[in-house]
């Protein structure tokens, strides 16, 4: 499946969050992450998140999809990191 991931994270703990988010999918910009992954992958990660995350604060929202077919991607301005899978 195809994931697009977003964090909204406490100052303190978002450096752990970036580290862990990185280990699984393509970090593209501040606090944003796509990539293959597979259901089991993404559970794993969540376990993990929510480990990190203050639940009363912060914040992990995954759109996923299978049909990455029926999506586009555009850039405007400087592309962050190189993704070699397009959306």
Same mark, same amino acid.
């Given at each position: $499946?195809?994931? &697009?991931? %977003?964090? #909204? =994270?406490?100052?303190? @703990?978002?450096?752990? $969050?970036?580290? /862990?988010? @990185?280990?699984?999918?393509?970090?593209?910009?501040?606090?944003?992450?796509?990539?293959? =992954?597979?259901?089991?992958? /993404?559970?794993?990660?969540?376990?993990?998140?929510?480990? &990190? $995350?203050?639940?009363?604060? #912060?914040?992990? =929202?995954?759109?996923?999809?299978?049909?990455?077919?029926? $999506?586009?991607?555009? =850039? %405007?301005?400087?592309? @962050?990191? #190189?993704? #070699? %899978?397009? /959306?």
């Amino acid at each position: $499946m195809y994931a &697009i991931l %977003v964090y #909204d =994270i406490g100052e303190k @703990r978002v450096g752990k $969050m970036l580290k /862990l988010c @990185r280990q699984y999918l393509n970090w593209i910009q501040n606090s944003v992450f796509e990539g293959d =992954i597979t259901e089991v992958k /993404l559970e794993e990660l969540k376990v993990k998140a929510k480990k &990190i $995350m203050d639940s009363e604060v #912060d914040s992990l =929202i995954v759109f996923k999809t299978d049909a990455t077919q029926w $999506m586009s991607k555009e =850039i %405007v301005g400087k592309e @962050r990191a #190189d993704t #070699d %899978v397009f /959306l």
